[in-house]
């Protein structure tokens, strides 16, 4: 590439349920933005299923939390991740991954984005430190009383 030639801006969608968003997304934030130039966090809804924070609340908290970085949108979606990637100009997903369970189903996730819509897939390993937290423990212990604060921002 010369220096007269201008590339796309480098668009990636970071989708999930963030019921709750934790400290681990932030990490997969944080490291995502090295990769592309505007990173989408796209708040996943499924008005079937019943969530532990409503998603207008989650839409509300994660903007805030990065609402001085003009590289993070925050959206909800209803759809495909897919399909909302092509309506925005992504050519990459994010995904953060924590063990041999994640790694299988992002495999397998990761080849249907591929041929089906073509997109690629990166796949970040969460840090050491926090392989063991996800939105479903820090449900459980809110479900339980136990002070779930230092795991989430």
């Known amino acids: 590439m010369t220096n007269n030639e201008q590339t796309s801006p480098k668009v990636g969608i970071y989708a999930g349920s963030f019921d709750p968003f934790t400290i681990g997304h932030v990490d997969i934030v944080q490291r995502a933005l090295r ?3 505007t990173l989408h966090i796209v708040i996943g809804v499924n008005p079937r299923k019943a969530s532990f924070i409503p998603s207008d ?3 509300k908290t994660i903007q805030e939390l990065y609402s001085d970085n003009p ?4 959206a909800l ?3 495909l991740t897919a399909t909302y990637a092509k309506a925005n100009g992504a050519t ?7 063990n041999v369970t994640d790694m299988e189903y992002e495999r397998s996730m ?5 041929t089906h819509f073509g ?18 423990v820090v ?15």
């Open 139 to 153: 449900r459980e212990l809110a479900t339980f009383g136990e002070d779930y604060s230092r795991y989430i921002p």
């Open 110 to 114: 990761a080849d249907i984005h591929l």
């Open 71 to 74: 590289h993070i949108v925050v």
């Open 92 to 98: 990459v997903l994010i995904r953060g991954i924590r």
């Open 35 to 37: 990769l592309v130039d």
């Open 57 to 59: 609340e989650r839409l």
């Open 119 to 136: 997109l690629d897939t990166i796949l970040l390993f969460s840090s050491p430190e926090l392989a063991g937290i996800s939105s479903s």
């Open 77 to 79: 979606n209803e759809g």
